[in-house]
C-alpha cells in the first residue's frame, strides 16, 4: 500500500523501444504517424493530459534516445508536465525498469502505458490513478468481452485446433494500458519475478505473481491497441472524430 504520510506524485512510463513489426516493415511502431503526428507523441500527450500525472519518461530504443528526444521536442506537450527521455534494454521488462531506474525518488505511484495505445482518453488514466491514490496497490482499466472465447491446443499456423473449453466469458476481461502501480509494489515485483525469453509483457501480471491483489477498473473503447494495419484505419477515424468535434 501507498504510505499516505507522503504526497502522491504520479509517473507515467511508456516503453517504446520495441519495433512493432505486425504494422509491417519501417519505422518502429510508436514513431507511425498517427493523423500527421507519432503514435508515441499521442501517447505522452494522453498521459500528460492528466492533472495527476507530473512526469512522463519515454523509453526509448537503446540507441534511440536522441532521436526520440528531438521527435518530441518538436511536437508541443504540455508545459506543466516534464518529460524525460532515457534508453531502454532488449525486452520491455528491461525497458520498464529502465525507466522505473529513472524516476525521482519522490514518486510514490506510476503509470505503465503502451506507446501502442495513443488514443486513451484522459478520463480512464484518471480514473486509474485515483485508484492507486485510494490505497490498491496495482490497477489495470479493462473491458469486458464481445467475443466468446475458447481455449484450444495450439497447433500449425492455418489448420484446424481442437478446443479444450470455453471459459464463462462473464469473468473475463480485456486488459488496456495504463497500468497504475504504488511504486514499492511493481519495484518489488520487477526485483522477484525473474525475466524468462521475453520477459514480462504485462506488469500487472508480475504484480500477481507475487500475490499482491490486482484491480480493475472500467476502460475504454478508444483506448485499443494499434497493431494491424487495420487499427490504424479505426484509429485515424477516432482522430478525424475528436478533431472535428472538440478541438483535440
Same mark, same amino acid.
Given at each position: 500500500?501507498?504510505? &499516505? ?28 504517424? =498517427?493523423?500527421? /503526428?507519432?503514435?508515441?507523441?499521442? #501517447? ?21 534516445? /536522441?532521436?526520440?528526444?528531438?521527435? =518530441? ?7 506543466? /508536465? &516534464? ?5 531502454? @534494454? ?9 525507466? =522505473?531506474?529513472? =524516476?525521482? *525518488?519522490?514518486? /510514490? ?16 488514466? &484518471? ?6 491514490? &485510494? @490505497? #490498491?496497490?496495482?490497477?489495470?482499466? *479493462? ?64 504484480? %500477481? ?11 475504454? %473503447? ?17 482522430? *478525424?472524430?475528436?478533431? #472535428?468535434?472538440?478541438?483535440?
Amino acid at each position: 500500500m501507498s504510505d &499516505d504520510s507522503r504526497p502522491h506524485r504520479t509517473a507515467a512510463v511508456i516503453p517504446a523501444a520495441g519495433r512493432g513489426v505486425r504494422l509491417g516493415p519501417g519505422a518502429p511502431k510508436a514513431l507511425r504517424a =498517427l493523423g500527421g /503526428t507519432p503514435m508515441l507523441v499521442h #501517447a505522452v500527450r494522453a498521459m500528460a493530459r492528466s492533472r495527476a500525472v507530473s512526469l512522463v519518461v519515454v523509453v526509448a530504443p537503446p540507441d534511440g534516445a /536522441t532521436e526520440v528526444r528531438h521527435l =518530441l521536442d518538436e511536437h508541443p506537450l504540455p508545459e506543466r /508536465t &516534464d518529460v524525460l527521455v532515457v534508453p531502454g @534494454g532488449d525486452t520491455r521488462q528491461e525497458s520498464v525498469r529502465a525507466g =522505473l531506474d529513472a =524516476l525521482p *525518488a519522490d514518486i /510514490t505511484s506510476v503509470l505503465i502505458h503502451d506507446a501502442a495505445r495513443p488514443l486513451v482518453p484522459v478520463d480512464t488514466v &484518471d480514473s486509474v490513478v485515483e485508484a492507486v491514490r &485510494d @490505497g #490498491a496497490p496495482a490497477v489495470v482499466p *479493462a473491458l469486458p468481452l464481445a467475443d466468446t472465447v475458447k481455449e484450444v491446443e495450439p497447433g500449425r499456423p492455418g489448420e484446424p485446433e481442437p478446443v479444450l473449453g470455453t471459459p464463462e466469458r462473464s469473468r473475463l476481461r480485456a486488459v488496456q494500458t495504463p497500468q497504475g502501480f504504488d511504486l514499492k509494489t511493481l519495484l518489488h515485483a520487477h526485483e522477484t519475478i525473474a525475466v524468462n525469453g521475453e520477459g514480462a509483457t504485462d506488469d500487472a501480471g508480475m504484480v %500477481e505473481r507475487t500475490g499482491v491483489t490486482v484491480v480493475v477498473v472500467p476502460g475504454h %473503447e478508444e483506448a485499443f491497441k494499434v497493431t494491424r494495419p487495420l487499427d490504424l484505419v479505426l484509429a485515424e477515424a477516432v482522430l *478525424a472524430r475528436r478533431r #472535428a468535434t472538440d478541438a483535440y
